[in-house]
């Protein structure tokens, strides 16, 4: 059992940053994949980027490739994503998931789920 708590969201003006935290509870956090989805009003959630339990493996959406990096500290029981360059279309709740075994890209394949942090970015 993996319980997520993220933190880190606000309002930020265009190109600005923000790092999201994802905090976890349990033991065998650093046994899971981890991923960042978001969700904008009137959307359906989609993927961000995901992590491989070691670290060693990031896959990041086209969307932001090159502004957002997703990292992890297994001694910390944290994930993180470092958001660089925001944009107004970057608006949306963000949530952090967790999952067994290898990275995934959809959200129905990720079982443990946090409860979310608003991110706005104005122009």
């Known amino acids: 059992q993996v319980q997520l708590v993220e933190s880190g969201g606000g309002l930020v003006q265009t190109g600005g940053s923000l790092r999201l935290s994802c905090a976890a509870s349990g033991r065998t956090f650093s046994t899971y994949a981890m991923g960042w989805f978001r969700q904008a009003p009137g959307k359906e959630r989609e993927f961000v980027a995901a992590?491989?339990?070691?670290?060693?493996?990031?896959y990041d959406a086209d969307s932001v490739k090159g502004r957002f990096t997703i990292s992890r500290d297994n001694a910390k029981n944290t994930g993180y994503l470092q958001m660089n360059s925001l944009k107004p279309e970057d608006t949306a709740v963000y949530y952090c998931a967790a999952r067994n075994l290898v990275i995934k890209t959809t959200p129905s394949e990720y079982k443990y789920w946090g409860q979310g942090t608003q991110v706005t970015v104005s122009s």
């Open positions: 992590i491989s339990w070691s670290g060693g493996t990031t």
